[in-house]
């Protein structure tokens, strides 16, 4: 799904000199931005790395960790580049062609909230680039890149935490929707470039309070990118992403109006065997089983949701039950909208859900 926190990085670009002058003394430069189109077919090892054409596009790492002593704990890392619409011919190294922002969290039961930092900067000085080559984005001591081996490799983090750590593919790339091309709306323009690699075997350390503890687990990583923005009927949307045990994977969203029907839904079931089932819009459905209210923002969440797949051989249902309650995150002190993201449970496997359009609608 179109991570919402790229909405930090245009606000970096709002905040730059040139956007504070007085709106007759910008110039009109030219906004064309290529679209995501069927057919096209994904490369590897590029694709892993940043389309500085496109408007936007993140790396996501969602996934559990057994700190060894039986305690769960869930995390997230992000890295975003979006594309702002500015003059891509400027010669100046200051013109903020490319913004780069990353977030991560750390979902603890033990602490009962989120922990979580985050890094932006505009691409350029060394200080924050992206490789079109492969994965390799580094904003300030923050990185996420693919080593030559294969495994994938993030170290992010602040005073609260920091992660270290690696992620070993241990399946074939998951493309995604058409072979990549996944609808994200009603129209055919509302699409974006999506595969993921589920089950990515984890180890490395967690560090809190100066104290490093190893750590090993499974992840997800999502690939997007994309020009295009949510249907203007959209308010938020519900993604959730599931490593199962039998070492199948199952991924799903809808995106929501403002009566909280689903303008257009979809996703993907891989079977342990490789097959694969593609969701179409009328084959997921997704049901709120328990309600939790924040205490900060108001905003009700269902934490606890049934999740319902119209398959050939029957439906399937998978019921979601959160590590904790309080996975909200409130990035207005940033700019940022308010969302739900955290780390969930089902009978026969773990994931993250995503919860966004809750408190207000999401305005990408």
Do not use: C
């Not at 389309?51 to 969602?62: D, I, K």
């Not at 909200?328 to 496997?349: C, F, H, K, M, N």
């Amino acid at each position: 799904m179109a991570r919402f926190l790229a909405i930090l990085a245009t606000l970096l670009v709002l905040a730059s000199p040139a956007a504070t002058q007085p709106k007759a003394q910008l110039p009109a430069y030219p906004t064309v931005r290529p679209a995501v189109r069927p057919g096209v077919a994904l490369r590897f090892p590029a694709d892993h790395g940043a389309h500085p054409e496109f408007r936007t596009e993140w790396w996501y790492v969602t996934g559990w960790l057994d700190a060894g002593d039986g305690q769960k704990i869930g995390f997230q890392v992000t890295f975003f580049r979006s594309r702002p619409a500015v003059d891509q011919a400027n010669p100046s190294a200051f013109a903020p062609k490319q913004i780069l922002f990353a977030h991560a969290a750390l979902s603890d039961p033990k602490v009962g909230k989120l922990l979580h930092d985050q890094r932006a900067a505009r691409a350029g000085f060394g200080l924050a680039e992206a490789s079109t080559q492969d994965a390799d984005i580094v904003i300030d001591d923050w990185r996420f890149r693919r080593a030559d081996d294969g495994r994938f490799v993030a170290k992010v983090g602040g005073k609260a935490f920091l992660l270290d750590l690696t992620f070993q593919p241990t399946q074939s790339i998951l493309a995604q929707g058409e072979g990549g091309y996944s609808r994200k709306g009603p129209q055919a323009h509302q699409a974006s470039r999506y595969y993921s690699i589920p089950q990515l075997q984890v180890s490395g350390t967690v560090t809190r309070g100066g104290k490093a503890l190893a750590v090993k687990g499974t992840a997800w990583l999502d690939r997007e990118w994309s020009s295009t923005l949510l249907d203007p009927k959209a308010v938020g949307w519900d993604w959730v992403g599931l490593n199962l045990d039998d070492g199948g994977a199952l991924m799903a969203f809808q995106v929501r109006d403002a009566a909280g029907k689903a303008l257009w839904a979809g996703g993907s079931l891989r079977r342990p065997d490789g097959v694969v089932t593609r969701f179409t819009p009328d084959m997921v459905r997704f049901g709120a089983e328990r309600i939790w209210r924040s205490p900060r923002t108001g905003g009700r969440y269902p934490v606890e949701r049934s999740l319902s797949i119209r398959l050939p051989q029957g439906e399937r249902r998978w019921d979601l039950k959160p590590l904790f309650d309080d996975q909200e995150l409130d990035s207005r002190a940033a700019g940022g909208p308010i969302y739900w993201e955290g780390a969930v449970s089902t009978q026969g496997g773990r994931g993250y859900l995503e919860l966004t359009g809750y408190v207000s609608p999401m305005k990408l």
